[in-house]
Structures are given as structure tokens and as C-alpha cells.
């Protein structure tokens, strides 16, 4: 059994709370909320820039059918004014006459069904427009929230960095000239144990497990000399008498 004095033993316990301090204080790091909602918002965007993309495409598309449907419409158009000059004009015989009525007949009905295609795909057009200018106005939405909460993160990190950097020195401070062999020890427990390397004995308590030990075992402890590093039989880790 391991020998170290009483008092390094007694002062285990104060770089053990400087440690799970560090610990508590870099899982609280590692999991604020704000990391989060960051997180979800990043995703969110993220998912928003596809959709952009497919939405800027289906304008520009429509854009272009737009155009052709307006060209469409122009040119049958132009060809009925024309039919109407001559119509006007008169001067043609009867079977000529009637031939040009039948056709600006068949490109009258030709326009109106253009115009309506034309209505329809400038309808679609405003249509894409709309959520494509949604989901930017979203995006600028979640651009300046993520900015908010960046700054918010630096701040709350900032915090715990203190916490850290003074739990650290606390540490420093705890384990200085402490008997090397027993920090070792203490160090691999604590690895292997969740964080918990020492811990005090509270009547016949262990509070590092919190079971109590049984009899015999706690007369071997108390029977122990005072330099004597012992541990805890359910645990395994340094109990550390107190008085
Ligand atoms: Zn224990």
C-alpha cells in the first residue's frame, strides 16, 4: 500500500474540486445552448441555398418563356394587323376577301389562346419570384440571427474561459508540492473513473460511489496509518480521511 503524507492527502480533495471544476466548466462549454440554435439555423440555411438555387433556376427559365411567349403573341399579332390593312385597304376580289377574313378568324383565336399562355406563364413567373424572394428574405433573416448569436457565443465562452483559466490556476496552486507518486495515482483513477480520482470518507461513506463500506473494511481504514493511501473497496478510487 502506496504511502503519502496526511496532509497531501488532505489536499487531493482541493485538486479534485479544481478539476471537476475545469471538467463541468468545458462540458458546459462544449454544449451551450446557443451552439445549437446555431447549428439549427446553419442547417436550416443550408437547406434554403438548394432551394434557392432551384428556385433562381426556375425563374430564369420562366423568364425566358416569358419572352418567347411575348414574341409569340407580337408576331401573330403583327400579322393580324397586317391581314386587317388589306382588309381595309379593299381593292381584292370576293374569293380573296373571303380567304383573309377566314384567316385573321384563325389568328384571332390564335391570339387569344397565345395571350392566355403568356398570362399563365407570367403568372408562374411571379409565382417563382415570390418564394425565390422568400427564401432570400429568410436567408437574410437567418444571416442576421447567426450574427446575434455568434456574438452571444463569444461572450458566454469568454466567460467559461475565465472560469477555466482560474480553475486551472486554483489547480496549479492545489497540487504544488504535493507528493508525486500520490497525483499520479490520483490522475489515473481519475481517468478511469468518470473525472473522480479521490474523495473524502463521510462516517463510513465514500462519496465518490456513496456506498458505505462495511465494517470490517472501515476498521482497516480507520486502523490505517494516517500516511497510508487507501481506497475504496467498491470504487477503487483515494479515499482520503478528513479528520
Ligand atoms: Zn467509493
Redesign the pocket.
Same mark, same amino acid.
Given at each position: 500500500m502506496p504511502t503519502a503524507p496526511a496532509a497531501d492527502q488532505l489536499r487531493l480533495l482541493d485538486v479534485q474540486d479544481a478539476d471537476l471544476r475545469i471538467q463541468q466548466a468545458e462540458h458546459r462549454r462544449a454544449t451551450l445552448p446557443v451552439l445549437a440554435q446555431l447549428e439549427a439555423l446553419a442547417a436550416e440555411d443550408a437547406e434554403l441555398e438548394v432551394e434557392a438555387i432551384a428556385r433562381g433556376t426556375e425563374a430564369s427559365d420562366l423568364r425566358r418563356e416569358v419572352t418567347k411567349a411575348e414574341d409569340d403573341v407580337q408576331a401573330v399579332r403583327s400579322r393580324k394587323e397586317r391581314d386587317e390593312g388589306r382588309l381595309a385597304a379593299g381593292g381584292s376580289n370576293a374569293k380573296d376577301l373571303q380567304a383573309l377574313q377566314g384567316e385573321l378568324e384563325v389568328l384571332t383565336r390564335r391570339l387569344s389562346d397565345l395571350e392566355d399562355i403568356e398570362l399563365e406563364v407570367m403568372e408562374r413567373l411571379e409565382n417563382a419570384e415570390r418564394v425565390e424572394d422568400a427564401v432570400k428574405a429568410r436567408r437574410a433573416e437567418i444571416a442576421t440571427r447567426r450574427g446575434e448569436l455568434e456574438q452571444e457565443l463569444a461572450v458566454e465562452e469568454q466567460a467559461i474561459d475565465e472560469q477555466v483559466a482560474d480553475a486551472k490556476a486554483e489547480r496549479v496552486r492545489a497540487a504544488e508540492g504535493i507528493d508525486a507518486a500520490l497525483v499520479s495515482l490520483y490522475e489515473r483513477l481519475r481517468d478511469q473513473h468518470g473525472g473522480v480520482g479521490a474523495?473524502a470518507l463521510q462516517g463510513s461513506q =465514500? &462519496? #465518490? =460511489?456513496?456506498?458505505s463500506?462495511n465494517p470490517a473494511d472501515l476498521r482497516a481504514i480507520e486502523a490505517a496509518a494516517p500516511d497510508q493511501v487507501v481506497r =475504496? %473497496? %467498491? =470504487? #477503487?478510487?483515494i &479515499?482520503v480521511r478528513k479528520d
Open positions: 474523495a =465514500c &462519496l #465518490g =460511489c456513496h456506498m463500506l =475504496c %473497496e %467498491e =470504487c #477503487g478510487r &479515499l
